[in-house]
DNA sequence: TAATTATCTACTAAATTTGTAGAGTTTATA
DNA sequence: TATAAACTCTACAAATTTAGTAGATAATTA
């Protein structure tokens, strides 16, 4: 029930662009700098997330990714599938990747685990990057901190 | 986020031994034939269980496994955890595996994950393999069907 | 004693995760 | 229009985890 790395650095990476959104596109360099995330690694993240239409890039000098969307129409649960493809925890419960079970109807792990996956994404697809600025700045008043890590 | 084979295996197994609890001992062969799982793998699976204290175990010929605690005291999350550690999605919000990651309490993802594992823990601490039992009777009744397979 | 059944350690193979390398393409701007 | 800066793309590689196997050992029953 792991949250993977790709996972990982693309949630701190979108957070770190609705941070900046509207600030003109930001270099892989840079994020990967401030979120200590290797860069090349980054890059096929970054990637990825643009072919899902969650970020707009731009090439040469001066160019950078941005997010195509403003923050509060881009959930958390959006990116983990971009990354990580199905959020539920069997197939047969999946949404984007179903595939049925050899018992489905009598088999009752079946029914445990679609509750399951019910629970993870009612917090994953609710959850936008605007919540998540917004719990970013709350915990920064309070630690009266002007750190920018959103580091795990 | 996904279920193991080997956690998958083993919540079947126990909902076997739960629809035959005070039946005596059974035997290894029998579990691996009924729900179809590679017998070796699912010795070493048993074992682990037997070591959580969830299973008791025979040596010999009329030998075998049962249950250490009647179906109601076994929830899925006990055997989840015995077969694959932490059901947190990371292990700074995880009970029994916890590391503490470098920026706490300003971390925002982290408070995510943590209603995340409140999530999942609602749904694996509560459910008892009793609870199953129930289930797999109804759902037997419903399909009218004789055959006794858990499987997912 | 013989057959049966769990125990234990170690190993292997496959899949997945976590990266890295390097050549290519596009663009701003001097 | 040259050049440096940035993303794009494909492929590879190392590390880790998952899934499964092998085979010898120990305990028990009849």
Redesign the pocket.
């Known amino acids: 029930m ?1 949250l ?3 996972s990982d ?1 693309a949630l701190r990476a979108i957070i770190y662009l609705s941070m900046h959104y509207n600030k003109g ?5 840079e994020i990967s700098a401030n979120e200590k995330i ?4 980054l ?2 993240i ?2 990825v997330l ?2 899902a239409g969650i970020l707009n ?9 941005e997010l195509a969307r403003s923050p509060d129409l881009i959930t958390l649960g959006e990116v983990i599938r971009a990354l ?1 493809g199905a959020i539920a925890p069997v197939d047969c419960v999946s949404k984007i990747s179903y595939k049925p079970c050899s018992e489905e109807v009598t088999c009752v792990i079946r029914g445990v685990m679609l509750d399951i996956r019910n629970a993870i994404t009612d917090v994953l697809d609710r959850m936008t990057f605007a919540d998540m600025c917004s719990r970013v700045r709350d915990s920064m008043e309070k630690k009266e901190s002007n750190v920018l890590t959103y580091a795990i």
């Open positions: 792991k993977s790395k790709k650095y596109a930001i270099q892989i360099r290797p860069q090349k690694f890059e096929n970054l990637l643009r072919k890039s731009k090439i040469g000098l001066k160019g950078g990714y990580d």
